[in-house]
């Protein structure tokens, strides 16, 4: 790799929506670049979205002209699906809802039943390990990626809290 520097997002005068499908493609090329050709390939279809990013231009015509290589190891989008919690929706990893309903019925059913009995039928419920669970419990939030995203809703990738 060279040590030019790369071209950042469109300057200050730019408009919002220039500078927003800049950012979009360049998240797109990321998960390209990881082997994840997907959202690069929903850029391409939107007729709407300006291909403003030089560094997405240069990867596409480099591969065309020496062909498009995946890495090995490729990496995986998460899907995300929204979780309703203490009145608050947290959008998290589809592999973390089971444990997530699983926590939620713990701290909906500890009061009337105890701490070790809501964890076992959750567990049972789940078909989880009731010590597996605790230790679920035992972890902060920040461990599963759940904090208030600054800017929620310019990918469907998003973390965060739907106000």
Same mark, same amino acid.
């Given at each position: 790799?060279?040590? #030019?520097?790369?071209?950042?997002?469109?300057?200050?005068?730019?408009?919002?929506?220039?500078?927003?499908?800049?950012?979009?493609?360049?998240?797109?090329?990321?998960?390209?670049?990881?082997?994840?050709?997907?959202?690069?390939?929903?850029?391409?279809?939107?007729?709407?979205?300006?291909?403003?990013?030089?560094?997405?231009?240069?990867?596409?015509?480099?591969?065309?002209?020496?062909?498009?290589?995946?890495?090995?190891?490729?990496?995986?989008?998460?899907?995300? #699906?929204?979780?309703?919690?203490?009145?608050?929706?947290?959008?998290?990893?589809?592999?973390?809802?089971?444990?997530?309903?699983?926590?939620?019925?713990?701290?909906?059913?500890?009061?009337?039943?105890?701490?070790?009995?809501?964890?076992?039928?959750?567990?049972?419920?789940?078909?989880?390990?009731?010590?597996?669970?605790?230790?679920?419990?035992?972890?902060?939030?920040?461990?599963?990626?759940?904090?208030?995203?600054?800017?929620?809703?310019?990918?469907?990738?998003?973390?965060?809290?739907?106000?």
């Amino acid at each position: 790799m060279s040590n #030019v520097p790369l071209p950042g997002p469109p300057d200050d005068e730019s408009d919002d929506d220039s500078v927003a499908a800049w950012h979009e493609w360049h998240y797109a090329l990321d998960w390209a670049r990881g082997g994840d050709f997907i959202p690069l390939a929903e850029c391409l279809r939107r007729s709407d979205l300006p291909l403003n990013n030089d560094d997405v231009r240069n990867w596409l015509a480099s591969g065309l002209e020496n062909g498009f290589k995946k890495p090995r190891k490729t990496k995986k989008r998460p899907q995300y #699906v929204p979780f309703e919690l203490e009145g608050r929706r947290f959008y998290l990893d589809a592999r973390y809802l089971k444990i997530f309903e699983a926590m939620k019925q713990v701290s909906e059913t500890r009061e009337s039943l105890g701490e070790d009995m809501a964890i076992a039928n959750a567990a049972a419920r789940f078909e989880m390990e009731p010590e597996d669970l605790r230790q679920h419990l035992r972890r902060p939030r920040s461990r599963w990626g759940l904090s208030p995203a600054k800017h929620d809703g310019m990918f469907d990738g998003v973390i965060g809290l739907k106000d």
